[in-house]
């Protein structure tokens, strides 16, 4: 199922780059209104989608759904391996205390002197 879901989405992927790269940016349409003779004037109604926005709007929307179940399956697919993370290790309490602290020196102690 996962590599049905992966072959899919690669498939998809490549499609909507496709339709993205065919369809015109809106600034060709506003050059051609200028005395191009377009018939879509600048100020007038945005119109309707035609094909291609209608079908990267689909595709990129069932891009977004295999996006999500991919990493779904992947997060159910991940195993947490005790080899990975060993246990903790208890350190006795008598034995801490029983460590070896540096101690700070004081200001009595610090040299005045200032190294040259």
């Known amino acids: 199922m996962e590599n ?3 072959i899919f989405h690669f498939l998809i992927a ?6 993205i790269l065919v369809q015109q940016g809106k600034g060709a349409e506003a050059g051609a209104s200028f005395g ?14 035609n094909f291609f926005s209608r ?14 179940s991919l990493a779904v399956i992947a997060k159910n697919k991940t195993v947490v391996d005790a ?11 008598d034995s801490a205390i029983d460590m070896d602290i ?4 004081t200001k009595s102690e610090q040299s005045s002197e200032i190294p040259q």
Not at 102 to 105: G, I, N, Q, T, Y
Request: charged share 10%.
């Open 83 to 93: 080899d990975l993370l060993p246990e903790m290790e208890v350190i006795p309490f």
């Open 36 to 49: 191009a003779g377009g018939s879509q004037t600048v100020f007038g109604s945005g119109g309707s989608w």
């Open 55 to 68: 079908m990267t709007a689909i595709l990129s929307t069932i891009f977004f759904v295999t996006s999500v």
């Open 102 to 105: 540096p101690a700070v020196e």
């Open 4 to 6: 049905f879901i992966l």
């Open 14 to 19: 490549v499609v909507l780059i496709g339709l």
